[in-house]
């Protein structure tokens, strides 16, 4: 290959080149090989004939001087169906030991979608899973928030919600581990083959002891792996981010590097246009679509914070889990009041839905207001009607934890899917005290109360 360009300056996260040529550009890969060493870089700016890169990996053995050669292809990551079952750094490189039969490969920024190719009609994606499907459904293309800490339940409810996409739509699933933990990302890849989803799912990850060129190309690589599914598989295809909020900082880190001004808390000046850039390839099409979840990191607790606020504006809704609802032994452990959903409109999800919703909500945030007063005076002292809420919302919060396909070998039961027409007409009848004299304890960890 022809050289392009020497190395003039080097740091950490900065590679300063002069160019001999003129026809390099922003996100091409300069290349330094020699019989002991590789080291690619990404173009992030030009300056008259000084480009600024980005080093893929650490800058050891590199020296002023170096000539580089030049990638025309750019940065690429495997564009086939062999990419299921494959777990692949940020690079596009394979991970975990296995092999591609046969390349064929696509450049991660390639794909942007057209307003012509947009379809914002998409149906509801039922999940199965009651409590999301009730209070917070999904439809197709939507970004949702997922938000918890750890221990409450993150890693299963994602194992499930794949478990069931694929039994109900037969579409697979894309994993991108943005500031991962090792150990994390490896115990998520233990569970997924232990539970036979792994051939159902494909995973990228950029670690946290990885540079942020590696953390933030990440998200790039897993969108292209999710636009094979939708574009050339034509599947309704879920995509897991884990944490968005890590790619804000790995390109404010980038920032820094290159010296520009920040804006308040440090964020670069491009926040808005890299997190659109990323959002705007989260969508439907008259092919197929890409519903994404989304864990957000939230620094200092502060809902507040800039990145946060910018990220929530992208979103359709959020799925937060509980710790105090998990304690209580309840899974899903999902905050009802916190969680939402633009679909929660009665000309998405229809009357009767939205009506049991909002009355389910009532009966929720009463017996929040009678656990205090029974605390104090009793439940002697409550009215009748207050005694049926009290009653009969125990029975709703119970009936709404569930069993799950990808946790039967710790709880020994059965995973259940329930369809959503059943799913109203059990809360339903719960509401109007159809069950009023069946004991709270027989709505754990069920289905379908119609089906048994």
Same mark, same amino acid.
């Given at each position: ?16 080149? !002069? ?54 292809? $750019? ?9 299921? $079952? ?10 975990? =030991? ?35 499907? !009730? ?5 197709? +293309? ?10 409450? =339940?993150? *890693? ?16 697979? @699933?894309?994993?991108? =581990? ?43 690589? =897993?969108? *292209?792996? @999710?636009?094979?599914?939708?574009? %050339? ?23 820094? %590097? ?25 969508? &439907?099409?008259?092919?197929? &679509? ?73 009966? !929720? ?12 005076? $009793? ?20 009936? !709404? ?9 710790? *709880? +020994?039961?059965? +995973? ?37």
């Amino acid at each position: 290959m022809e050289k392009v360009g020497r190395i003039i300056s080097i740091s950490e996260l900065n590679v300063k080149v !002069f160019l001999y040529k003129s026809d390099v550009k922003t996100k091409d890969i300069l290349v330094y090989k020699d019989d002991t060493m590789l080291h690619k870089f990404e173009v992030v700016e030009l300056d008259n004939n000084i480009a600024s890169c980005i080093p893929f990996e650490s800058v050891k053995g590199l020296k002023k001087g170096f000539e580089l050669e030049a990638l025309t292809e $750019g940065l690429q990551i495997q564009y086939s169906e062999e990419i299921l $079952g494959k777990v692949f750094n940020s690079f596009g490189e394979l991970i975990d =030991g296995n092999t591609i039969e046969k390349e064929v490969k696509r450049n991660v920024y390639d794909r942007n979608i057209s307003i012509e190719e947009l379809d914002i009609s998409g149906k509801i994606l039922w999940t199965g899973i009651k409590v999301i499907d !009730f209070f917070a459904p999904i439809q197709k +293309g939507y970004k949702m928030g997922l938000l918890g800490g750890a221990g409450v =339940g993150k *890693t299963v409810l994602i194992k499930e919600l794949i478990n069931n996409i694929y039994r109900k739509q037969n579409s697979n @699933a894309v994993f991108i =581990g943005v500031g991962e933990r090792s150990r994390e990302g490896k115990e998520l890849y233990d569970e997924m083959k232990k539970d036979d989803l792994l051939d159902k799912i494909s995973m990228v990850f950029g670690q946290m002891g990885e540079s942020p060129s590696s953390r933030s190309k990440a998200v790039y690589s =897993g969108l *292209t792996l @999710a636009e094979y599914l939708r574009d %050339e598989k034509e599947q309704d295809v879920l995509l897991f981010i884990d944490n968005i909020y890590r790619y804000v900082q790995a390109m404010s880190e980038v920032s820094t %590097e290159l010296r520009r001004v920040p804006i308040e808390n440090g964020y670069p000046t491009t926040l808005l246009s890299d997190i659109s850039g990323v959002q705007e390839r989260i969508n &439907s099409t008259s092919r197929g &679509s890409i519903t994404s979840f989304q864990a957000i990191y939230i620094p200092a607790d502060d809902i507040n914070d800039e990145a946060v606020q910018t990220i929530l504006t992208h979103l359709d809704g959020q799925i937060v889990l509980d710790r105090k609802i998990a304690e209580k032994g309840l899974h899903p452990a999902i905050n009802v009041f916190k969680s939402s959903s633009k679909s929660i409109d009665p000309e998405i999800i229809g009357k009767r839905h939205y009506d049991l919703v909002t009355e389910a909500l009532k009966y !929720f945030s009463r017996y929040n207001e009678l656990e205090q007063i029974i605390a104090v005076l $009793g439940i002697d002292e409550l009215s009748d009607n207050d005694k049926n809420i009290f009653y009969r919302t125990r029975k709703l919060r119970n009936y !709404f934890s569930q069993p799950m396909f990808v946790a039967k070998d710790y *709880t +020994g039961l059965e +995973g259940k899917m329930v369809d959503v027409d059943n799913l109203l007409n059990d809360v339903s009848d719960i509401l109007n005290g159809a069950y009023d004299d069946v004991d709270e304890e027989k709505f754990l960890y069920r289905g379908s109360l119609n089906e048994e």
